[in-house]
């Protein structure tokens, strides 16, 4: 074992000794700052934007088609058959004071419903209207008489007429389709003439009188419309071929006669 010398503070220390243990030194130091690695400030990064629920004011409407409207069995019939007759001619329309009074159907007339009238076509004729200069058309049912103004073949309601576009117009040029009758159209039925209409009740009288005379076999009738007083003369049977050879061979000045169907 060997022995330790004792330490002499008093001897000096060299110089090469110092510069050694100096660089000891630094060495050490450096290898302390290469063992730790350098703290970085860490920033999280932002959450992402989220946009805000839009609220009830600023949510546009869904867009929801507008539900068509379902055909009528009538209109249905029309869509899928030919025409059996046409006729062209001048439409006008007719409501107040027919409204809420009874038809020549024995129904009560609504001016607003969809319905026409026509002079000779069997009462409940299914029809269809068409405006001959806008194409606009409608399915109707023939349910009143008339109308009884020189140059019209048809009256149509406010609510048809509406539909057919000739209401704000007043008239307008239409071709009627006819679809389907209850009975012939040129065969059978009951007729009639109808005169008038007479502002006064007596001048209708008169007429009835004269007629009742001249038309033995006839029951001649008057009675007031809406409109003013009428006379009706039905001929025996109610026949077609006498009733058009009555109305042919009245006079103008006995007033506007029009041969008319009743049934």
């Not at 004071?97 to 319905?115: K, L, T, W």
């Not at 576009?165 to 389709?177: P, Q, S, T």
Request: net charge neutral; charged share 20%.
């Amino acid at each position: 074992m060997a022995k330790r010398l004792p330490l002499d503070r008093n001897v000096p220390i060299p110089p090469q000794a110092l510069s050694l243990a100096f660089l000891l030194a630094a060495g050490l130091v450096l290898l302390a700052g290469c063992s730790h690695k350098k703290e970085v400030a860490y920033t999280p990064a932002p959450p992402p934007a989220v946009a805000p629920e839009p609220s009830a004011s600023t949510v546009a409407p869904a867009l929801v088609p507008a539900p068509v409207p379902s055909l009528t069995a009538d209109e249905q019939f029309v869509d899928t058959h030919t025409p059996i007759s046409s006729e062209t001619g001048v439409a006008s329309w007719y409501g107040p004071p027919y409204h809420s009074r009874v038809g020549a159907n024995g129904q009560v007339f609504d001016e607003n419903g969809i319905s026409a009238a026509h002079r000779t076509l069997p009462m409940g004729s299914l029809i269809r209207v068409v405006n001959l200069r806008t194409g606009q058309s409608a399915v109707m049912r023939v349910t009143d008489r008339g109308p009884f103004v020189a140059g019209r073949i048809l009256d149509l309601s406010i609510g048809a007429a509406k539909a057919v576009g000739i209401w704000r117009a007043g008239l307008g040029d239409v071709r009627i389709d006819v679809f389907s009758t209850p009975k012939p159209i040129d065969e059978g039925g009951r007729w009639c003439v109808q005169i008038g209409a007479f502002q006064h009740q007596k001048s209708a009288l008169q007429l009835q009188e004269r007629l009742e005379r001249q038309y033995r076999t006839a029951n001649v009738i008057e009675f007031q419309g809406p409109t003013g007083f009428w006379v009706r003369i039905r001929p025996a049977n109610d026949d077609r071929t006498v009733a058009t050879e009555i109305a042919q061979s009245l006079q103008p000045a006995e007033g506007e006669a029009w041969l008319v169907r009743m049934d």
